[in-house]
């Protein structure tokens, strides 16, 4: 009798085990590289060359050409087509968006 108790009760850890949990799968990178695509894109044209000019004005570190061609780039506001992450001209804008998108995304699901 103690031999068949066990018996079920290793069997049933097994099965146990084995079910997995009720969570949904984690997305792989290609389906976060989608959805941060698609998250890039609803952004307003310019948002990101207005950030990055900003940096370069705030690091007390940049040379005087450096700040000349970003309050340049501010006023010129060239930007009026939508971002797209597979645009060589956006690739390194998208690489910054998407390392942020993800441990965005880390942290929402924690």
Known sequence: MKKTFVGILVT?????????SN????PSEAELRARACEAFATATPGVYETSEAMDIL????????????????????KRTWPYDCDLPSDKARFDKFFIDAKAKWAESDK
């Open 12 to 20: 049933a850890g097994l099965v146990l085990t084995s079910c997995g």
């Open 23 to 26: 969570e949904p799968p984690a």
């Open 58 to 77: 705030a690091d007390p570190g940049s040379t005087t050409s450096q700040r000349r061609d970003a309050m340049s780039m501010m006023a010129d506001k």
